[in-house]
Nanobody
Framework: VQLQASGGGLVQAGGSLRLSCVTSGFDMDYYAIGWFRQAPGKEREGLSCISSGGRSTYYKDSVKGRFTISRDNAKNTVYLQMNSLKPEDTAVYYC????????????????????????WGKGTQVTVSS
């Protein structure tokens, strides 16, 4: 099982990046996929998820309206389009997968204190300069 996040980099405040999470070794069709981030000295936080069928999405308030999650099951890839980036978005971004159940994607499964997704990938660094 592998999840590979990519697309990070250095961008100025107000700019955009699109992260990709390419999965392999499992049938992504049956998994919800989430994006998380961890800044230095801070707890990992759940940002957004998309259900297995793609009909349900969740966004943390701090990224709502700026980030958009999508999935292409044919390409085994989930994307996170990040617009209007702010310096406080600087962090390592991770994707994760879980067979939480069809149509499920919500704040509960994105709460790292209460729930741990099954599979995790290595992160990609996003740095937003002011």
């Amino acid at each position: 099982v592998q999840l590979q996040a990519s697309g990070g980099g250095l961008v100025q405040a107000g700019g955009s990046l699109r992260l990709s999470c390419v999965t392999s070794g499992f049938d992504m069709d049956y998994y919800a996929i989430g994006w998380f981030r961890q800044a230095p000295g801070k707890e990992r936080e759940g940002l957004s998820c998309i259900s297995s069928g793609g009909r349900s999405t969740y966004y943390k308030d701090s990224v709502k309206g700026r980030f958009t999650i999508s999935r292409d099951n044919a390409k085994n890839t989930v994307y996170l389009q990040m617009n209007s980036l702010k310096p406080e978005d600087t962090a390592v971004y991770y994707c994760a997968a879980d067979t939480v159940g069809p149509g499920i994607c919500n704040e509960a499964i994105m709460s790292v204190r209460d729930y741990v997704m099954q599979y995790w990938g290595k992160g990609t660094q996003v740095t937003v300069s002011s």
